[in-house]
C-alpha cells in the first residue's frame, strides 16, 4: 500500500468518528497521551522513565526522583504540548506558522544547555544550527527551515 493510500485510510477513520471538541478528543485518546509524552522524551533523553512520567502526568508532581531539572521539564513541557494541542482543537485553531512556533516553544522551554543558547537557538524559533534528534538524523537544513514550514 502506498503513502497516500494509507494517508486516506487514516483520514477517514478519523473522520468516523465525528470528534467536535478537545473532551471528545482526550476521551478518544485516552491513555495514548501519557505515552506520547513519554516516547517523545525519550527519544533524546534516556533518563526520562515511564513512572515519572505517569507521576507527573497524573499527579502534577513526583517523588523519589534522582534525575535533573532538565528531565522533570521536558516531561512537564510534553504535558503543556498535549494540553496545548487539545485546546486548539477544542478553539478550531489552524495549524500555522505561530501555531508550531508556539507549540515548539512549549516543548522546550527551559531545557537548552548553554551552548545552544550561545549558538543563538531559542525555544519557539527556527534553529539556525545543524541538529538532528535520532538515530537517522533526518532533518531540514536549518536556512530552508522557514520557506519548508511556511
Not at 47 to 60: F, K, Q, V
Not at 72 to 100: P, S, W
Request: net charge negative; glycine share 6%.
Amino acid at each position: 500500500m502506498d503513502n497516500r493510500t494509507e494517508y486516506k485510510k487514516i483520514c477517514e477513520f478519523w473522520q468516523r468518528r465525528c470528534i467536535n471538541t478537545g473532551r471528545e478528543l482526550s476521551d478518544v485518546l485516552n491513555g495514548k497521551f501519557l505515552e506520547l509524552i513519554y516516547h517523545n522524551g525519550k527519544i533524546e533523553n534516556s533518563a526520562i522513565t515511564l513512572d515519572d512520567t505517569r507521576e507527573i502526568y497524573n499527579t502534577g508532581g513526583v517523588s523519589d526522583f534522582t534525575g535533573t531539572l532538565r528531565t522533570l521539564h521536558e516531561i512537564e513541557n510534553g504535558i503543556a504540548a498535549v494540553n496545548l494541542v487539545v485546546d486548539a482543537f477544542d478553539r478550531k485553531r489552524r495549524i500555522t506558522e505561530n501555531f508550531v512556533k508556539e507549540l515548539h516553544f512549549c516543548l522546550t522551554k527551559n531545557t537548552y544547555d548553554a551552548r545552544r543558547i550561545e549558538l543563538g537557538e531559542q525555544p519557539g524559533e527556527y534553529r539556525k544550527n545543524e541538529f538532528a534528534a535520532g538515530p537517522t538524523q533526518i532533518s531540514s537544513n536549518a536556512e530552508d527551515v522557514p520557506s519548508e514550514i511556511a
